[in-house]
Structure formats: C-alpha cells, structure tokens
C-alpha cells in the first residue's frame, strides 16, 4: 500500500509540474518595450502616432470601432498633429451608417465631429463574421494589463502599450503538450489576456502598410506605432497632466520653502 501511495504522489506532482509548465507556456507577461511617452517627462512622439494612426486606419479599423474618439481629435494640442484640413480628409475617409428622415439607412461620408465608427451594424454581426466581438479600442491600452503581480505593477505601471504590443507579436507556434488544447478556428498567442487562444488571425504583415515619411515598416515597427497611437486615444491629456503635475511639484516646494522661512522668522526669538 505504501508503494502504491508513493508512485500516486509522485504521479499527482508530475502532473502538476507539467501543468504548471504549460501554463506557464500558455500565459506570458507582456513583453518590456520602451515608448517615447513614458516617464514623468516623456512626450508623445508626432511621427510615431501619424503612422500609428495609418497602422489602425489600413488595418484594425477593418473590424475595430474606436467610439469614444472623434476625428477633430487628431487635431488636438499634445496628438499626432494633423491639421484641420486633414482631419476633414481623415473623416471623409470613413462611411458613417445612419438613418434619413424617412427612416432609411444609408451611408455618408465621415464629418470631423463624427466618431471613428465600427464596420459592423452590431456586436452580433460582427462575432457572427469573425467568430467574436472585436473590443472598441478608445481605452484598450487603460483596460488591459500587461504585467501581472501588484508588486510588478507598482514598479512598471500596468503596461497597456507593451500588451497591445506584445499581443500584435505574440503569435506563436504552441508546443505539443499546448496544443493538445488548441481550439478551432483560433490561433495561439500566449500574450492574449483572455487565454492563450485569440479569435484574430495574425493582423500584421512585414511591408502591409506604407509610411509617408518612409520610417521601417516591419511587424515589429508597424506594432509599436499603433500601440503608441492608442495609448495617445486612452490618455489624450496625457502631457498636459504631466505638465500640470510638474508645476503643483515646483509650487508646493517653493511654499514648503517658504513656510520653513516664516517658521524660522517666527520662532527666531523664542531660541
């Protein structure tokens, strides 16, 4: 009995090694990538979020909808830069879906207060077409983690930009012992934070998009840029916070300064 109690332990302990392997395998954190916009000083780089911008437009704007920002945005202070007269281009680029008077759908071209629209009527029909509901990519890079631990997020922030990174090249060929949980119609990539099997097929191509201003245009080039982009959509003020944040710093040191100066003042007789 006792043997037999040995060999189940140790079959109990293989198992749970080699699950714990796969596992480890099947889910990975988020690759560390540096970006220009990082830090208490880093700012967002132009040319970086106009091509990140092509990057969405040629490619994920094919199945994603980006709802909570409006083409008059990419005209703002601290975004990619483009002028009003290429933001009404941009907008007209784009068929928005609505109903006339009588009723009646129909289609006309994007105006700059428009939202950047999804290319399905529904959720319905767009995880009918696609096998799931692609997400709205306004605040992707604010909803999804790319580091796992609270300590680990505490050191590097919670790593948004290098998950939409990470999860654009992430594409993997899975080992045997992962694919033995392979799921139809999906493709492995262990950077999905949902699981290591993602609905999407590999979106991203080596020379898929054509930069104007001829920068690299690799998948690892073309990742960095629209991980860039959307960061820029889910933090829009984002230098204007920093800038604010450095000056409340640089006026409560000039008040501590000067507090320390009248308690000295203050207090000067009484010593």
Known sequence: MKKIASILIAATA????????????????????????????????????????????????????????????LADKGGPGFNEEQVKALAASFKIHELNDKGE???????????????????????????AAPPDLSLITKAREGWHGTFNQLVNG?????????????YEKPSAEVAKEAVAGKFYNPYFASGAWISMTPPLTDGQVTFDDGAP?????????????????????????????????????ILAGLLYALKRKVWADIH
């Not at 480890?24 to 540096?34: I, L, M, P, Y």
């Not at 759908?105 to 096998?131: C, K, M």
């Not at 604010?244 to 006026?251: A, D, L, R, S």
Request: glycine share 8%.
């Open 14 to 73: 293989f198992v749970g090694v080699a699950s714990s392997v796969a596992y480890a395998e099947a889910e990975k954190d988020a690759k560390s990538v540096g970006f220009s916009f990082e830090g208490p000083f880093g700012k967002f780089d132009k040319a970086q979020l106009q091509r990140g911008y092509k990057v969405y437009k040629e490619v994920c704007s094919n199945c994603h909808s980006m709802k909570y920002v409006a083409f008059r945005n």
């Open 158 to 170: 919670i790593g948004g930009p290098q998950y939409v990174y990470s999860l654009l090249t992430g």
């Open 105 to 131: 759908g129909v289609d006309r071209a994007g105006l700059a207060s428009d939202t950047f629209p999804s290319p399905f009527a529904t959720p319905e029909a767009a995880a009918a077409a696609l096998g």
């Open 217 to 253: 245009n690799k998948v690892d080039d073309m990742a960095k840029d629209v991980a860039a982009f959307l960061t820029w959509t889910a933090e829009p003020k984002m230098e204007e916070r920093k800038q604010t944040g450095f000056e409340v710093v640089i006026y409560l040191l």
